[in-house]
């Protein structure tokens, strides 16, 4: 599988960075450039945090990407997670290039394509099993475990030396779906000898081996089997390992499977479509016949285990689902810990659940063994950079801390801190035979996505945002004669998000006579730019908005002539 | 101490009701009335989400204490933890009445009065062993203990019976600052018998028993012994005892003791005033003379424990704070774990302290030690109704899972579940010789400070708010001649929040020409009033952007008419 270099192939450099996945968490986009060949792995999107008000999404800035366009061979997906597969419509939208991945990645790209209406993409299936040649990068795989099945790790022949992509990975030995990482093809990709490695870094800060899935098929049937009525539960889609695990506790147990909210449907019908998910006949059946049936003989499969407002399992908790009700001593599971930043969302729900008199079985992970990991955690980090053993090793896939601290984890195991290397989004790791070294970037970045615009929402749109939504805004419209340039009438004031219009009229009224009197002052002399005129109505206004309310309003003075 | 009641008094009622702390965390508010006399527990705040924007703090809404203002006898305050303090200023700001508090808790208060330069407060200070006259109620306290120095519990006799308020509490034997909890004082009022326990539930759902603070010395003494330069801890300015633990730590390890963030000096301030803090003369030095001492002959007190970006430790971490470098090897202490809500804003704080090469000691409290509860856990909630015994009992302080979790503990001591209540905000417990009951209400609810201003932003406010935070606002000024009612001039269109304005341009000319068109066609027409006028404009606009963008911005329409 290595490639045979010559001599002129060697004195040509091999890039490695990410545009995305790096002192963050989601967006992941790692490439890999060869002479005039470049990879791109993953094409994640993220969710904005509160200070990016109004976006909807963030994918990465892939400028480096369109001026080199004619570089990219593929766009290669390691698994169907959001943080890697999320933003390939918008990057579809600007770069028309295959896509590799397994087939139920595949399938879920597909559902995303749909909703953007992308057609006559090129999409192509692999299996761990499968070798692409793209220009002088000869690609390979390794099938790897996680919380979604189908997952890769990627191998990339370079004339320079090989490079190895885990994507996300834990060893879980005991697989509950039967896909057992290929421990021996990574001792024999060790072993042939790998020049950099990327590996992930998200539970670098976890001591110890994470836990099996098949643990917490254990926990399910056994909540089942206690339940009395109904039973839902709730997790993440994509971990189709444990929605077979909650199609076998429901079996068992002689209960009809219902499913509620848009990506759990979605889901399942793409991993019953592929064969990822089985059940018997009839037994998935709509959430309204379900509602019919005994409260016994029923299980539902739902969204919303991160609190998220308007999911079902939210909606369920709030009474607001119509088409099935929650009632006193159901069982709810969250199969599930809240992801950082999610915590009071996933509160608030748990509080409405005991409101309606649930049996609510929750708590992070471990405490309920209702929910592992999909990451390995340092143990098992440390066993992939052994089997690997590379001669350089780039952490990807975390924050700093996490990046910092695999870095620690691979010298434990002896490898020199030089050859590790923390890179931030755009630094670019040059290889040759002779070294590696890190001293030059690329263009990286967040790009926003607001609605349909990508990109079009940028600083100074939301400064203005955060400001309005802070205190609000103010417009004094003044009309001014064209002819003579005097006040043709009083200014109009209008506010938006700053008080009750009953507690501020006072404030109005005055407000009214200080822009009248200060303008008028001014019409009066020399000055009379628009310029000048819009400074003084802001700064009469906001001082005594200031003075009288502590607030500073956002103040638009719109001039008219007329 | 027990009052010896008429026959007349005890036909009268005893309500109890919360107007804050229950069904959340935070502003904490409890009252107990009996005929004309009602005393009012604490006056706390709480921060608010992310949903109300530009709000500042929330206090409980006092409305029905204004409408009963001749009743009201104190306000005493169990503790100064800012849900149990935060609100005095703005309730004195409306109800001038005696305010009695222990000695630390009142430096605390005084300290917010004097920001908010209220003068002529009556505050009174107490002991754990004062005795309070007020009306028909007296009042006795006993000591509990926290992560606060000067913790009460209170006993309200009334000719009814006896009601209990725990304060904050844990059972901490071995309490760091010698402040024992008075067991047998409990017993001996459980002895005398509790009609109503009132007693707080945060750490309901948590088993076994807290650990004690003085597990946390042994761990910050170990850190400042391994530490080879600076240490800087970070913690909550009001856990006094952590921070004499702090102290200590720095003498042992021959190191003078600075202090960052405006809390942090304050709270020092008072401490060591009041003597809940001792240290040597000339220990406590000024940052800037820290700042220029060996690195290993200093120790830094700082705020910003929860990640908040203006405090002293995420200055630090910026590279922002002028008089005090963090150097690589530095250690950095998080004693403390993130509230609900902070994770994110904590681990960006983290991984910007990784990223100068400190040495970090983070982690949620029992991973590194460097922190323990100021709560009871529920072996904890349990000795204290066993100590109480009442006939009824109202978990306060939590969200409606602990509360309702507190009631499982109750029964698990021998209470039947009839006789516990779990109220919200407003719900009124009616309490006779001969039973309790819960079916009446008295006003609750927010009341949200923003700037100045004491409830003066509402819903709608709150509304627009929210739509100009996500999608921006577009004014349309309409320009009309009042003698003919015609379009004097191209309507002016203007955006803030919206997009950026080069890309936006087309838009906004396409728009223009709309607008011109539909009202020019409106105006000839017969049905000319301003409000369909207004609704054509928003209405032209609307369905534009919406299809162009999928934005949905406000819309403000602005007639002149001139």
């Given amino acids: 599988m290595e490639a045979n270099p010559t001599d002129n192939d060697t004195k040509i450099g091999l890039s490695i960075f990410a545009l995305g996945g790096v002192f963050e968490i989601g967006k992941n986009m790692y490439v890999v450039e060869y002479g005039d060949d470049l990879v791109v792995i993953d094409c994640g999107s993220k969710f904005p945090d509160e200070s990016l008000l109004g976006i909807d999404l963030i994918t990465p800035d892939i400028g480096y990407l369109l001026q080199n366009k004619d570089k990219v061979r593929a766009l290669v997906i390691t698994h169907g997670h959001e943080d890697h597969i999320g933003g390939v419509p918008y990057f579809l939208k600007q770069l028309r290039v295959p896509v590799y991945a397994t087939r139920l990645t595949l399938g879920l790209i597909e559902l995303k394509l749909k909703e953007h209406r992308l057609k006559k993409t090129e999409l192509h299936e692999i299996t761990a099993a499968s070798e692409l040649a793209l220009g002088k990068l000869t690609l390979s795989f390794f099938r790897t475990n996680h919380s979604i099945p189908d997952c890769l790790g990627i191998v990339l022949d370079t004339p320079v030396g090989r490079v190895v992509h885990t994507g996300d990975f834990k060893f879980d030995l005991s697989p509950a779906n039967g896909q057992y990482p290929e421990i021996h093809k990574m001792a024999r990709i060790g072993e042939e000898g790998v020049l950099v490695l990327l590996s992930e870094s998200t539970n670098a800060e976890r ?264 205190d609000g805004i103010l417009i004094v419209v003044v009309t001014l004669s064209s002819d003579e340039g005097t006040l043709l009438s009083r200014p109009e004031i209008i506010t938006r998000g700053f008080v009750h219009v009953k507690e501020s009229e006072a404030l109005l009224a005055e407000l009214n006579q200080r822009v009248t009197a200060d303008v008028s002052e001014l019409l009066a002399g020399e000055n009379r730019k628009w310029s000048v005129l819009k400074h003084v109505i802001r700064k009469s206004c906001g001082s005594l908005i200031l003075e009288r309310t502590r607030r500073r309003p956002m103040i638009l003075p719109v001039i008219i002539e007329v």
């Avoid at 143990?379 to 996490?402: D, Q």
């Fill in 207 to 470: 001591p110890g081996f994470t836990p099996s899935e098949s643990l917490v098929g254990d926990k399910i049937m056994e909540a089942f089997q206690k339940a009395r009525h109904r039973v839902f539960l709730s997790t993440f889609a994509s971990n189709v390992s444990r929605l077979q695990q909650v199609v076998d506790a429901a079996i068992r147990t002689e209960r009809k499977l219902a499913l509620m909210g848009r990506s759990m449907v979605n889901v399942v019908n793409v991993a019953l479509d592929y064969g990822y998910l089985t059940m018997p006949e009839g037994m998935l059946i709509d959430v309204k016949v379900a509602s019919e049936l005994p409260r016994d003989k029923v299980a539902i499969l739902c969204t919303g285990s991160q609190g998220e407002p308007m999911a079902a399992l939210s909606r369920l908790a709030n009474g607001n689902y119509a088409q099935m009700d929650l009632l006193p001593e159901d069982t709810v599971i969250f199969a599930s810990s809240p992801i950082p930043g999610n915590e009071r969302s996933v509160a608030a729900v748990l509080d409405q659940l005991y409101l309606r008199g649930a049996y609510v079985i929750h708590g992070s992970g471990s405490s309920t063994g209702m929910h592992v990991s999909g990451h390995g955690s340092q143990e098992e980090l440390k066993l992939m950079l052994t089997l690997m053993k590379p001669a350089y090793f780039v952490p990807i896939h975390g924050e700093y801390r996490m990046l910092s601290r695999h870095k620690e984890l691979a010298q434990s195991v002896g490898m020199d801190g030089n050859d590790v290397f923390l890179m931030r989004n755009g630094d670019v790791l040059d290889v040759t035979r002779h070294g590696a070294e890190q001293n030059r970037k690329v263009t990286a970045g967040n790009t926003l996505i607001d609605g349909l615009g990508i990109g079009d929402v940028g600083n100074v749109v939301l400064r203005d945002r955060k400001h309005l939504a802070e």
